[in-house]
């Protein structure tokens, strides 16, 4: 069995946590510096639970030994430093952020690093990379490539139309920094909010405009062989004029722990919600333009008694499906590893996989349109 430690008991952690132990093929340590959530998992013969601070690096170098790798679900702003840790200590590193800056930076770590780097394995940016590559490579020549991703409530029933179904912190960060677009051939950075389109799947309506980090690095992967690449997150009608007011109008992007709070205090949990994806490329292909679409919805469901979110199980299947993949040898063992350098077919064969072939049978995932 490896050994693998998980870095972050929230949500999503908790979940990572679960679903690798129940497997029957890793031992997992769970970590957080807060008692609290640790005091929520179920520990057992191939789950234990430790106190971390990510600032004790003597700490953190001493519980980086001996494992096989290290996966990373907490917040964006530790990225480098667990990433260094994992460098200095030879093990694998994974991680679920959509920060820009941070994975520039493991890049570079990873360029002299004797272990491989992986970060960006969850959703969007994560799977939604990998949907959109398998796209791409079927056609000779590119023009677009659209990614819509969306973790909304099944019932919404505020003025926001939304609930908290993952990272605070995460979400103001995507509401917040510029977005990396290509627009005419040429990559440029687009404000988030903006450019709200509208969109109907199954006869729902919904709203997208422009976040930050769900590219991942699909832009430096298709540099030169799009006319147009973007990603906008899906919500339902009228959250994005509510957002602009309190970013803009009363200036909370610049007090983000007010905000946080707001959300926090005001904003209910819920793990009534649907993750649904929504990629699209148009090119050439024997002559002809043609559109091919990847839609799919995934919903709640119950792992291991105990009900789960439908955001919590797909950032969690996708990050356990690459650290399958790697621990089988389908993955370089070294350097940095681009979610895009995932094979569609492989990930959704994995065990891990499976929660997103739920969504697929439910409603078809793959259709074909020409244009």
Known sequence: MANILVVGAGRVGSTIARLLADSGDYRVTLADRSDEPLGNVETGNALATARLD???????????????????????????????????????????????????????????????????????????????????????????????????????????NYNLTWSTDGVINEYIQPCEAIVGGRLVEVPALEEREELSLDGVTYEAFNTSGGLGTLCETFAGKVNTLNYRTIRYPGHAAIMKVLLDDLALRHRREVLKDLFEHALPATLQDVVVVFVTVCGHKDGRLVQETYANRIHAAELGGRMTSAIQLTTASSICVVLDLLANGQLPRQGFIRQEDIGLDAFLANRFGGYYRQGEAADGHRHRLAA
């Open 54 to 160: 990510i600032a004790d690096t003597a700490a953190l170098a001493a519980r980086m030994r001996g494992q096989f790798a290290v996966l990373s679900a907490a917040p964006f702003q530790h990225t480098v430093a667990l990433a260094r840790a994992a460098a200095e200590a030879g093990v694998h590193y994974l991680d679920l952020t959509e920060d820009v800056q941070s994975t520039r930076q493991v890049k570079l770590i990873a360029s002299t690093a004797r272990s491989a780097f992986v970060p960006q394995c969850g959703l969007a940016p994560g799977f939604i990379s990998i949907v959109a590559s398998d796209l791409a490579r079927r056609f000779d020549r590119l023009d677009a490539v659209r990614l819509r991703v969306g973790a909304l409530p099944r019932y919404p029933s505020n003025g926001l």
